[in-house]
């Protein structure tokens, strides 16, 4: 494995670089002035000016739909392993992948569609999607059942001959409570009496069906995400034709796992993103902050905790390019623990390093006046989101005594070998 960027990433980084100083670190207050504004204007959910002025000039730059691979719609699309550095400086900031059309759960339900839709509903839905003129949820965890087992969900797809009817309740809905969310990929169950992996299946279905109520917002430590937003969302006898199967009836846990793998690893690419500011943040205080005669950072404790977070994120780089290697070049299926094991490390890592850069700034790293509590809130979601860190480390448990099974040996010869 060589993870040495090519020179077309080299290009890319530096541009995206030169975008994010020139036209993201200096909005940052003004994205959320204009959605405070709005709040007290009485509608939160309205897309900020800032992002759709930036939107143009970002895909002017050649720094768009950079996130899908082998896509004959999207030439300009990345492998996952030329992605990786990419998507991490877009996580340096929480609404910048959007600019670039590289925010979730968008990026996802286009891959989605990549895979699994016919071509008409690759030119309905995908097609303004890749353009950025609409937005898009993905409706898969419930209230009501422990949603980390895909298996568990009780939504139902009925067939009524010419059509489906889709009856249940999804909460953390992402993206539904922004007016351009015009699409949603739903999972639901369309045979209860199947075998276990069998009985879910996933539809398109357009937000404005008849049936569909967004009940409401869902904060995350009292961020509601405005306008993106996390929904819970009512489906009564909501009707879509057969066409909007993906795939075939049964086929959702299938395409559940296809979907979360790309999705689990951009993630921790944004991840090592939000780490990197969060330690150079934590540096830049702690070196003009005075406390008992020296500075903070002459203190031998923020030495340590420096060095150990600079160690953190060089292991969670390694372990993502690994896990994008091996997803480009042998599948995702193939790479499955080391999308499982990435995906426990990167929301981690980045949690404790947010943490002492909260502690560095004192009270004010905890207020609106740095970037550090509003990152900290979004990444503790990681430790949720596609599947919580006990599910993950399950299956890396689970593939490890696979591998060590074949080795077992019989009492006796595990005796002589001295075991």
């Known amino acids: 494995m060589h993870f040495e960027y090519s020179d077309k990433v080299k290009d890319l980084q530096a541009r995206l670089l030169?975008?994010?100083d020139e036209h993201i670190y200096p909005n940052e207050e003004r994205f959320h002035e204009e959605v405070a504004a709005n709040r007290a204007a009485g509608n939160a959910w309205i897309p900020t000016k800032i992002v759709e002025e930036l939107k143009p000039k970002a895909r002017a730059a050649g720094l768009w739909n950079l996130f899908i691979p082998n896509s004959a719609r999207v030439p300009e699309g990345l492998t996952n392993l030329e992605y990786a550095p990419l998507c991490e400086i877009m996580g340096r900031v929480t609404w910048a992948p959007e600019v670039f059309n590289c925010s979730a759960p968008d990026t996802g339900n286009m891959e989605t569609l990549e895979r699994y839709a016919s071509e008409a509903i690759k030119d309905e839905w995908m097609e303004p999607l890749l353009r950025g003129e609409i937005r898009s949820a993905f409706l898969m965890t419930e209230p009501e059942v422990a949603s980390s087992d895909a298996t568990n969900i009780q939504c139902r797809i009925e067939d009524k001959g010419d059509h489906y009817l889709i009856n249940g309740r999804k909460w953390w809905s992402s993206g539904a409570g922004d007016p351009r969310c015009k699409v949603y990929i739903?999972?639901?169950?369309?045979?209860?009496?199947?075998?276990?992996?069998?009985?879910?299946?996933?539809?398109?279905v357009p937000a404005d069906t008849p049936g569909i109520t967004v009940l409401r917002p869902l904060s995350v430590f009292g961020y509601d995400d405005a306008p993106h937003g996390h929904m819970e969302v009512l489906l009564e006898n909501v009707k879509v034709p057969k066409g909007n199967i993906l795939l075939g009836e049964g086929r959702g846990f299938e395409i559940a796992q296809g979907r979360l793998g790309p999705g689990r690893i951009h993630h921790c690419m944004r991840s090592i993103g939000a780490a990197e500011r969060a330690l150079e943040s934590l540096c830049k205080r702690i070196m003009v902050r005075t406390a008992f005669g020296k500075t903070v950072s002459q203190q031998g404790v923020w030495q340590e905790r420096i060095a150990e977070a600079r160690i953190m994120i060089e292991q969670a780089r390694l372990l993502t390019l690994?896990?994008?290697?091996?997803?480009?070049?042998?599948?995702?299926?193939?790479?499955?623990?080391?999308?499982?094991?990435?995906k426990v490390v990167a929301p981690n890592i980045a949690l404790q390093i947010l943490d002492w850069a909260i502690q560095a700034h004192g009270g004010g790293g905890v207020s609106q006046d740095f970037h550090l509590a509003n990152t900290w809130a979004h990444q503790r979601t990681l430790r949720l989101a596609d599947g919580p860190d006990e599910v993950h480390r399950v299956t890396i448990a689970k593939l490890e005594l696979a591998r060590h099974s074949t080795l077992a040996m019989e009492p006796e010869a595990a005796v002589t070998r001295g075991c």
């Open 18 to 20: 030169a975008f994010m």
């Open 322 to 342: 690994k896990a994008a290697y091996m997803m480009d070049t042998v599948g995702n299926k193939v790479a499955k623990a080391e999308i499982a094991m990435i």
């Open 186 to 204: 739903v999972m639901g169950k369309t045979d209860p009496e199947a075998p276990r992996h069998s009985q879910q299946s996933m539809v398109v």
